[in-house]
């Protein structure tokens, strides 16, 4: 049977084979396999040629026993509502295992941002933050950038809020500009935690970043940076990169400055060009024989039908659900180590969660300060994931990280619902 790639269903898969193992209460799992509150909205916006087209948004929360609801929005022509049920679980549970005092949401709007003007997106953001407005806020639901969403949505989504609550609460959004209390280091913060983890699982796995090789699947917020990064930081090489249309492969390894040169002037990274430089496709770039492979694009990348072909040592999900559930089972059956987003990943709700620190108490912090608590924030999460791991291996089960991390993330959830007498 073919593998069902629902992101939502796959979400719940993985929930209900964490609660089997770590043997959850199950008035606990019933709870935490829906989502709590699920908003759906009609936007309707005068387009530049006069006419008016109605866009559907959507905003999940998905739990929010340990605080306000947290996580982005998406601004995607093929979002669904199951995708963003998916992701506001997926939100929850990162929050959680980053031990930040939120819950989990997630919002979207179907649009293709590539075919709209400025005003028109920003029509859009205005809409979606109208409809919104009374039901988010620092201690209610904090959205933030997700996929084809930036600073300045965030810009336009805090200005409507303010205008319709008469509050300056910078607090209510993160991902903002810097002139608006955003905050310089939440930029790179998704990319430079996936570092650290990414740091910390080649210590274990004695593998010389130096020495490696890196290949990189997206070249937006998560991936353009992954890739500054590991070389910057760790002085991996990457041989590999992508975007939507394509992606560019050198043995030799890939300048930077001439990947931005190809995407600005061509649109695609894929146009890259060097001596030993070919195109490659976002299927083949997975397949690459690599040290670390990073898919940091979108959902079900690495499925049961390619992932026999993965060949990496160590697989980074810089994305929101790149992987499958059958695909896990295959990559820990290969014994390539896949590190599950929600861990990952989780540099970027760690960044907003700074920022959010930063606008409510009004005491504003350096980059470099921004850094190290990173650092040592993601390092924990790392090291909390692979004790879990090593307890049930102590007790003669084998589970994977994606598994070691849920159960951290759900038992938190779940205690914490108990205290507030949920079940
Ligand atoms: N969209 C990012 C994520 O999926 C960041 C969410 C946030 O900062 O709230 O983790």
Same mark, same amino acid.
């Given at each position: 049977?073919?593998?069902?790639?629902?992101?939502?269903?796959?979400?719940?898969?993985?929930?209900?084979?964490?609660? %089997?193992?770590?043997?959850?209460?199950?008035?606990?799992?019933?709870?935490?396999?829906?989502?709590?509150?699920?908003?759906?909205?009609?936007?309707?916006?005068?387009?530049?040629?006069?006419?008016?087209?109605?866009?559907?948004?959507?905003?999940?929360?998905?739990?929010?026993?340990?605080?306000?609801?947290?996580?982005?929005?998406?601004?995607?022509? %093929?979002?669904?509502?199951?995708?963003?049920?998916?992701?506001?679980?997926?939100?929850?549970?990162?929050? !959680?295992?980053?031990?930040?005092?939120?819950?989990?949401?997630?919002? =979207?709007?179907?649009?293709?941002?590539?075919?709209?003007?400025?005003?028109?997106?920003?029509?859009?953001?205005?809409?979606?933050?109208?409809?919104?407005?009374?039901?988010?806020?620092?201690?209610?639901?904090?959205?933030?950038?997700?996929?084809?969403?930036?600073?300045?949505?965030?810009?336009?989504?805090?200005?409507?809020?303010?205008?319709?609550?008469?509050?300056? %609460?910078?607090?209510?959004?993160?991902?903002?500009?810097?002139?608006?209390?955003?905050?310089?280091?939440?930029?790179?913060?998704?990319?430079?935690?996936?570092?650290?983890?990414?740091?910390?699982?080649?210590?274990?796995?004695?593998?010389?970043?130096?020495?490696?090789?890196?290949?990189?699947? =997206?070249?937006?917020?998560?991936?353009?940076?992954?890739?500054?990064?590991?070389?910057?930081?760790?002085?991996?090489?990457?041989?590999?990169? !992508?975007?939507?249309?394509?992606?560019?492969?050198?043995?030799?390894?890939?300048?930077?400055?001439?990947?931005?040169?190809?995407?600005?002037?061509?649109?695609?990274?894929?146009?890259?060009? !060097?001596?030993?430089?070919?195109?490659?496709?976002?299927?083949?770039?997975?397949? $690459?024989?690599?040290?670390?492979?990073?898919?940091?694009?979108?959902?079900?990348?690495?499925?049961?039908?390619?992932?026999?072909?993965?060949?990496?040592?160590?697989?980074?999900?810089?994305?929101?659900?790149?992987?499958?559930?059958?695909?896990?089972?295959?990559?820990? %059956?290969?014994?390539?180590?896949?590190?599950?987003?929600? $861990?990952?990943?989780?540099?970027?709700?760690? =960044?907003?969660?700074?920022?959010?620190?930063?606008?409510?108490?009004?005491?504003?912090?350096?980059?470099?300060?921004?850094?190290?608590?990173?650092?040592?924030?993601?390092?924990?999460?790392?090291?909390?994931?692979?004790?879990?791991?090593?307890?049930?291996?102590?007790?003669?089960?084998?589970?994977?990280?994606?598994?070691?991390?849920?159960?951290?993330?759900?038992?938190?959830?779940?205690?914490?619902?108990?205290?507030?007498?949920?079940?």
């Amino acid at each position: 049977m073919a593998e069902d790639l629902n992101p939502f269903k796959i979400a719940q898969t993985q929930l209900d084979k964490a609660a %089997e193992i770590m043997k959850l209460d199950k008035q606990a799992h019933a709870i935490l396999r829906e989502p709590k509150r699920t908003l759906i909205m009609s936007i309707p916006v005068r387009m530049s040629n006069g006419q008016t087209k109605v866009f559907t948004g959507f905003r999940v929360r998905y739990n929010d026993a340990r605080g306000p609801a947290k996580g982005g929005i998406r601004f995607h022509p %093929e979002e669904t509502l199951d995708t963003v049920k998916a992701l506001s679980a997926w939100m929850t549970w990162k929050c !959680s295992l980053a031990d930040i005092p939120f819950g989990g949401g997630k919002g =979207g709007v179907i649009c293709d941002t590539k075919k709209m003007n400025d005003k028109e997106i920003e029509a859009v953001a205005r809409g979606y933050a109208r409809a919104l407005a009374t039901d988010m806020g620092p201690e209610v639901d904090i959205p933030a950038p997700d996929v084809y969403t930036t600073p300045q949505i965030m810009a336009w989504i805090l200005d409507e809020y303010i205008n319709i609550t008469r509050k300056n %609460e910078f607090g209510a959004i993160t991902g903002k500009p810097v002139e608006l209390w955003g905050s310089e280091g939440r930029m790179d913060s998704t990319a430079r935690g996936g570092m650290f983890i990414m740091r910390e699982a080649m210590k274990r796995l004695k593998l010389n970043p130096k020495k490696s090789t890196v290949a990189i699947q =997206g070249f937006g917020n998560a991936g353009r940076f992954a890739y500054e990064l590991s070389d910057k930081m760790l002085g991996a090489k990457v041989v590999a990169i !992508s975007d939507s249309e394509g992606g560019v492969y050198d043995p030799d390894g890939l300048d930077l400055a001439k990947l931005d040169e190809a995407k600005k002037r061509t649109g695609s990274v894929q146009n890259y060009r !060097s001596k030993n430089a070919e195109k490659i496709t976002n299927e083949k770039l997975l397949e $690459l024989k690599c040290d670390v492979l990073i898919p940091a694009a979108i959902e079900n990348q690495v499925r049961g039908d390619n992932a026999d072909r993965i060949n990496c040592k160590l697989l980074l999900e810089l994305a929101n659900g790149p992987v499958t559930p059958e695909a896990t089972d295959t990559l820990f %059956e290969k014994g390539i180590v896949d590190l599950p987003d929600f $861990l990952v990943n989780s540099g970027g709700v760690v =960044g907003s969660y700074y920022e959010w620190v930063q606008n409510i108490t009004g005491d504003y912090w350096d980059t470099d300060t921004f850094n190290a608590k990173l650092d040592k924030k993601l390092t924990k999460s790392f090291l909390d994931t692979m004790n879990v791991q090593k307890e049930y291996a102590d007790k003669g089960q084998k589970i994977n990280p994606r598994m070691a991390a849920y159960i951290i993330a759900i038992d938190r959830v779940a205690k914490a619902m108990k205290a507030r007498g949920w079940y």
